[in-house]
């Protein structure tokens, strides 16, 4: 079993930066791919970025591209978003998730273990 906790949303100005957490217990996680989604009001759920077993290897959606880096810690179990320039259509609930086999990182059935969710709000 594995558990993942958010935290580090809230309300930011358009232009301003956050950094999420998703802290991991459980099973060995360090050999796990790691990725962030978010879901808007009305919308689907979307992927917004990965990173693999290999801390060396991230990918992200095109619309948070140069804004938003993924990253972990290993040694504190921690993954980590840090999103800078941010823009109201970035205004979502944000969710952390991991998985064992994951292949295709952007399909969400990939991932076996989501957090709770965390609310990040840009305002004008």
């Known amino acids: 079993q594995v558990q993942l906790v958010e935290s580090g949303g809230g309300l930011v100005q358009a232009g301003g930066s956050l950094r999420l957490s998703c802290a991991a217990s459980?099973?060995?996680?360090?050999?796990?791919?790691m990725s962030w989604f978010r879901q808007a009001p009305g919308k689907e759920r979307e992927f917004v970025a990965t990173i693999r077993g290999s801390a060396g290897n991230t990918y992200y959606t095109d619309s948070v591209k140069g804004r938003f880096t993924i990253s972990r810690d290993n040694d504190k179990n921690t993954v980590y978003l840090q999103m800078n320039s941010l823009k109201p259509e970035d205004t979502a609930v944000y969710y952390c998730?991991?998985?064992?086999?994951?292949?295709?990182?952007?399909?969400?059935?990939?991932?076996?273990?989501w957090g709770q969710g965390t609310q990040v709000t840009v305002s004008s």
């Open positions: 459980g099973r060995t996680f360090n050999s796990y791919a």
């Open positions: 998730a991991t998985g064992r086999m994951v292949v295709v990182p952007s399909k969400a059935a990939q991932y076996d273990y």
